[in-house]
């Protein structure tokens, strides 16, 4: 097992810890949560970073790291819907996580067709996914409706804002092989 598939690994296993600890009764267990959260979003560069610097890209690690991210940041968007339980915070939620199903369906259609480069990860998408985190992050650890979660929330409706207009970008890429027979 290489280093960056055991550090996707642990993103994964390090999810229902993340959520387990928020809930405990403490009032330090959000931040200690959100520190979790930080962690495991952390390790999603270093094991992309280490997998190419050291050369072990692996198929298994190329299939498992993207599914680790989706994972960690549908429980994570799942676990605010439900603190905030409001649209405010539910609406951007499901922009991300509906994006996420809908690109992952749309690179694996590609893929069939051998054109998943088309639909490949741009920098639109690499800064959505860091103020994805950072939100996620801020929502975690702040008390709900402060000072600190209305920046959280202001950073998740940036998110989500990236998020549609990389979809878009991603479906354009695409949209001359969705099109043919339409």
Same mark, same amino acid.
């Given at each position: 097992?290489?280093?960056?598939?055991?550090?996707?690994?642990?993103?994964?296993?390090?999810?229902?810890?993340?959520?387990?600890?928020?809930?405990?009764?403490?009032?330090?267990?959000?931040?200690?949560?959100?520190?979790?959260?930080?962690?495991?979003?952390?390790?999603?560069?270093?094991?992309?970073?280490?997998?190419?610097?050291?050369?072990?890209?692996?198929?298994?690690?190329?299939?498992?790291?993207?599914?680790?991210?989706?994972?960690?940041?549908?429980?994570?968007?799942?676990?605010?819907?439900?603190?905030?339980?409001?649209?405010?915070?539910?609406?951007?939620?499901?922009? *991300?996580?509906?994006?996420?199903?809908? +690109? $992952?369906? /749309?690179?694996?259609?590609? &893929?069939? #067709?051998?054109?998943?480069? !088309?639909?490949?990860?741009?920098?639109?998408?690499? *800064?959505?996914?860091?103020?994805?985190? +950072? $939100?996620? /992050?801020?929502?975690?650890? &702040?008390? #709900?409706?402060?000072?600190? !979660?209305?920046?959280?929330?202001?950073?998740?409706?940036?998110?989500?804002?990236?998020?549609?207009? $990389?979809?878009?970008?991603?479906?354009? &890429?695409?949209?001359?092989?969705?099109?043919?027979?339409?």
């Amino acid at each position: 097992m290489k280093i960056p598939n055991l550090l996707t690994l642990l993103r994964i296993v390090l999810i229902p810890v993340f959520i387990l600890i928020y809930y405990l009764p403490y009032s330090w267990a959000p931040w200690v949560a959100s520190g979790i959260f930080g962690l495991a979003a952390v390790t999603d560069w270093f094991d992309g970073y280490l997998a190419r610097r050291l050369n072990q890209s692996s198929p298994f690690g190329a299939f498992l790291d993207p599914v680790a991210d989706k994972l960690m940041v549908a429980a994570a968007l799942v676990l605010l819907v439900e603190a905030f339980a409001s649209p405010l915070v539910t609406i951007p939620a499901i922009i *991300i996580i509906g994006r996420e199903i809908v +690109i $992952s369906a /749309l690179r694996e259609w590609m &893929a069939e #067709l051998g054109q998943r480069a !088309s639909v490949a990860v741009s920098m639109i998408g690499k *800064i959505k996914t860091t103020l994805q985190m +950072i $939100s996620i /992050l801020v929502l975690i650890a &702040a008390p #709900l409706y402060s000072t600190l !979660s209305w920046a959280g929330i202001v950073a998740l409706y940036g998110a989500a804002l990236l998020t549609l207009w $990389s979809m878009v970008v991603y479906l354009r &890429a695409a949209w001359p092989h969705l099109s043919e027979d339409i």
